[in-house]
């Protein structure tokens, strides 16, 4: 009896969604908690599963926008599988899914199974996340890599981003001659439209403002160098800078609470506790997963939880709770390269905080030219919820921390 695979929800308030991969083909047979397919909403992408073991039926095509609770596929699990894992042939889908182009397109074939070679999902998830199958020891038939395989893996580090508009993978470019005047149209997908809208909102709604100030990061630098071995060996996660400027942004916005304020309708709503967003960078765009809370966590949890959530992020697994509910937002563009911004604010929020890039540059110290190695920090902010006062105050809190990280830890 065919077993119906509908489109969840991925969120509260969402009704509809597009199918924006499928990760099996058409008439695939496919085992229980496999990955199938991906959707995406204006607000997140949810991977759906297979619920049992069976030879898969495409309904709703790649691409494709759909309401939730609509079935998507159907699971034929009366079928069992030949030697190579694949189902005997039957008769066509309702729908048969859109051909995947050769360059992609998997074969099935003994040569699919050969050692280390990962299957489509786990290929996919390898691609998201930085790795090669070579770094990776298959546990399936003949050492083929699988998709849990794949998740387990170790993560390069997913570095955070600068707060800006979702990417879109770029359509490939047609062969032209020099000269030639081409153009190419790419649909929006709804989380690049709903991106693109709350930053437009952003600019139109907040008197926002951007207040600069520089850190010397001498001191956070030989501090970090001095202890990151030990922190690793004792916690077994790396030291990174963004623990110093989360503990240092916690201890600021409880210094100055209006920075995690905001504004709904007459009224300042002030929170009593600090839900950190940290804007990174994933596969299919702009995401900011929020670290609860982060006023009671230590370092070691900063970076822990940090590294759970870009783990998530790079294979797109973050849920909707995950990335809403923010108070205060931190921005790292320095990680590519960038010397200096004016991050957009990420609404409700009243503020976000933008890192840089650290540059060996010659600074004026006790009368003397000196170099040394500087970051520009940025505080953009919501005039109507901060006042200037307030925001060069935090600003040079962060300031006086990360230059003498010694007080983040004596909370001084």
């Given at each position: ?9 991925p969120g509260?308030?969402?009704?509809e969604?597009t199918?924006?991969?499928w ?11 496999e990955?199938?397919f991906?959707?995406?909403s204006?607000?997140?992408t ?5 619920e ?6 495409i309904?709703i095509p790649?691409g ?5 609770g609509a079935v ?9 599988p030949d030697?190579?894992?694949?189902a005997?042939p039957?008769?066509?889908?309702l729908i ?11 074969s ?10 990962p ?5 996919k998830i ?12 298959g546990s399936g038939?003949g050492?083929?890599?699988t998709k849990?395989?794949?998740l387990d893996a170790?993560s390069?580090?997913?570095?955070a981003a600068p707060l800006?508009?979702a990417?879109t993978?770029?359509?490939?470019r047609a ?13 929006m ?6 991106v693109?809208?709350r930053?437009?909102a ?10 600069f100030?520089e850190?010397?990061?001498s ?5 970090r160098?001095e202890y ?7 916690y077994g ?5 963004m623990?110093?400027f ?17 504004i ?5 709503v002030?929170?009593d506790y600090i ?11 702009l ?5 609860r ?8 949890d ?6 759970r959530l870009?783990a998530r992020?790079?294979?797109?697994q973050?849920?909707v709770?995950?990335?809403?509910g923010g108070?205060?937002?931190?921005s ?8 200096m911004s ?14 840089h ?10 009368g003397?030219v ?9 505080l953009?902010y919501d ?15 962060i ?14």
């Open positions: 009896m065919p077993l119906d695979i509908t489109i969840p929800s509260e308030s969402v009704t969604v199918i924006s991969a990760l099996k083909r058409d008439g695939d047979f496919v085992r229980r908690n990955e199938l991906e959707i995406e204006d607000k997140a949810l991977g759906v599963s297979a049992a073991d069976g030879k898969l039926r309904v790649q494709q926008t759909v309401r939730v998507a596929a159907q699971l034929d699990t009366s079928v069992v030697s190579t894992g694949t005997p039957a008769p066509a889908p048969a899914a859109p051909p995947v182009p050769p360059a992609t397109k998997p099935v074939t003994a040569e699919s199974y050969a050692e280390g070679v299957s489509p999902a786990a290929r390898l691609e998201e996340r930085g790795l090669s199958p070579a770094d990776v020891n038939r050492g083929r890599v849990a395989d794949a170790p390069k580090p997913l570095t800006v508009a990417a993978p770029p359509v490939p062969q032209t001659r020099a000269g030639e005047r081409g153009e190419r149209r790419q649909p997908s709804k989380l690049r439209q709903t693109s809208a930053l437009v952003a600019k139109n709604t907040t008197a926002m403002l951007t207040t100030n850190i010397d990061m001191r956070c630098l030989a501090v160098k990151k071995d030990r922190f690793k060996e004792q996660i790396g030291l990174g800078f623990s110093f989360s503990r240092a942004a916690i201890a600021a916005l409880q210094q100055y609470p209006a920075v995690n304020a905001f709904d309708g007459d009224e300042f002030f929170h839900d950190l967003g940290i804007a990174v960078q994933a596969p299919k765009g995401v900011v997963p929020v670290v809370n982060a006023e009671t966590l230590s370092f070691e900063i970076e822990r939880e940090i590294d870009a992020a790079r294979t797109n973050l849920t709770d995950e990335m809403t108070t205060f937002t931190i790292n563009g320095g990680v590519f390269g960038n010397l004016t991050p957009i604010l990420n609404p409700p929020q009243s503020g976000i905080l933008g890192m890039n650290i540059v060996d540059r010659p600074i004026a110290l006790n003397e000196v170099i040394r190695p500087m970051m520009y920090v940025a953009s005039h109507r919820v901060i006042d200037g006062r307030e925001s060069v105050g935090f600003l040079k809190r300031k006086e921390l990360i230059e003498d990280p010694i007080r983040l830890l004596l909370n001084i």
